[in-house]
């Protein structure tokens, strides 16, 4: 006979199915339980994600501040993005892009996966979700794609933010690359904003990461501060040239594809390879996570 007391049943797992099926006939429905819009509603009140969408917002002005007051440095002998950047409103929005995509952006999704489930078990609301009784996939399904549409959100916000700044401060020229290649303003903007869609997918393995790692823990700052380190040695073993052909395996291989966009005749190869290889490793990290959720007992 089991220990657990009969109102915390839900939480161990096996029992959820059986208590769902409880209930008379028409008095439940576990399909309609946590709707989307409650979830949506519930994050944007947090503060987090409040702060995390007023801080990639601000990120540009911020960046055009210190372009302000940087010193004029004696001129290069080969362009780059830092010398493009005030040449165009779309040449701040790619270098404002360039410069957050392998650290900020890569917390930012962390964070709106890391949280999701860790949060509720930390303040001890998880157990009481589950008794509702929230079916276990259901509630990590809406908060996962709760997670998914605020990154995906919070990663558009950065570019628009650059473009309006940008354009504000430099003028709406034409965009140009460090090979010298030109694209019109409006032509720049939307390879732009199509290079953070590639972004947004190509951390599509974070978010994996971060949400099992957050039905494995009580800790929100351990879910994402692990999967933001897994991001950082990725990156690392990526500049290990003596690795060769294994750094094809590694999910950051292609993280930086995105500046093919930045080409007049744009080269789909290597962004092809690294939405697959992303997508792949959030199949099997996103299983892993709806396995782990299903097995475990919530005893917080």
Do not use: C
Request: glycine share 8%; proline share 5%; hydrophobic share 50%.
């Amino acid at each position: 006979m089991s220990d657990t007391p009969p109102q915390d049943r839900s939480t161990v797992t096996g029992t959820v199915g059986a208590l769902a099926a409880g209930p008379p006939a028409g008095t439940h429905r576990p399909g309609r339980t946590l709707p989307l819009r409650v979830e949506l509603v519930r994050q944007l009140r947090r503060r987090r994600t409040q702060v995390t969408f007023g801080l990639v917002a601000a990120l540009p002005v911020i960046l055009w501040i210190a372009f302000a007051l940087a010193p004029d440095g004696p001129p290069s002998s080969s362009l780059n993005l830092v010398d493009l950047a005030q040449g165009s409103g779309a040449n701040f929005a790619v270098f404002a892009l360039f410069a957050s995509a392998s650290f900020l952006l890569v917390v930012v999704v962390a964070l709106f996966f890391g949280d999701t489930v860790a949060s509720e078990a930390s303040w001890s609301s998880l157990r009481y979700l589950l008794a509702a009784p929230v079916p276990r996939a259901r509630l990590l399904r809406q908060k996962a794609v709760v997670a998914a549409a605020l990154s995906t959100a919070a990663l558009l916000v950065l570019p628009l933010s650059a473009l309006v700044v940008g354009s504000l401060a430099y003028g709406t020229g034409n965009l140009v690359s460090p090979t010298g290649e030109s694209l019109t303003f409006l032509d720049g903007a939307g390879r732009v904003l199509l290079g953070a869609l590639y972004v947004a997918v190509q951390l599509s393995w974070v978010a994996a990461l971060a949400l099992l790692l957050s039905v494995s823990t009580d800790a929100p700052l351990g879910a994402v501060g692990g999967a933001v380190m897994a991001s950082i040695v990725s990156q690392i073993l990526n500049q290990i040239t003596a690795l060769e052909d294994l750094r094809d395996y590694l999910p950051t291989r292609f993280s930086t594809a995105w500046s093919d966009l930045l080409a007049t005749a744009v080269d789909w190869g290597d962004m092809t390879r690294g939405v697959f290889s992303s997508l792949t490793w959030a199949l099997v990290l996103g299983a892993l996570a709806v396995w782990r959720f299903g097995r475990k007992d919530i005893t917080s």
